[in-house]
């Protein structure tokens, strides 16, 4: 079962006793509360983010560039035995996955499908990311390649999580490009508080990997 955000539930809660006595009849209170909730579970949020908003892509978007970061750190906590490594991939893994049901009980509370009706990518058209002429970048920031993610899997040792931390770095500086974007272009507050925090958050982390990189011997990640 998806996760699904409180907030809305509890604005979308029956009036109280209280709050209707004197006022309104209570049959009548019933059949307003039952089609507002029927309403509601249609159409999603009132004043609920379209298809096609920022919003949307966003949540979906990054829904999908999460499940990859989780891949990788449960293949590298898999792979190590280096303590602080192997506590740094189980907050990735668990916090990104978390993010996922987090937004994609979003979708579902606006009435949205996991995948909308426009490529991938295509919010981000317009916003300064280094595309092409404007428009939505050709592939998703940060996103490793099917090679690597096998080159990964196939890794052990100390060269496993090298290479981990070089993928995750990178994974996470285009994350924070899409966290970026999505604060500057969404319309709902819960998602442009979401993308913000999620920018900080992946920012930290890239310190953090630099800093082990260079304890395993090897460059740290320019920005």
Known sequence: MVPVDNEGAERDAPLT?????????????VFFVVAALVAGF??????HPLD????????????THHAQAVDMAM???????????KAVSYDIARTQQAQIGRMQGWLVQWGLTARGSQPPMTWMAGHDHGGP?????????????DEQMRSLADASGTDAEILFLELMIAHHKGGIEM???????????????????????????IDLMNDMLVERGAEPVDD
Not at 52 to 63: E, I, K, Q
């Open 17 to 29: 006793a209280e709050k209707t006595r004197r006022t309104v009849p209570l049959p009548l209170t």
């Open 42 to 47: 249609v159409l999603g949020r009132p004043g």
């Open 52 to 63: 096609t908003s920022a919003d949307a892509g966003f949540l979906r978007d990054m829904s």
């Open 75 to 85: 293949i590298i906590y898999d792979e190590t035995d280096e303590p602080r490594l």
């Open 133 to 145: 002429s404007g428009g939505a970048p050709d592939r998703m920031p940060g996103l490793a390649t």
């Open 179 to 205: 966290a970026e974007a999505g604060a500057d272009l969404a319309g709902d507050q819960m998602v442009v508080t979401l993308a913000g925090g999620m920018g900080t958050a992946q920012q930290s982390e």
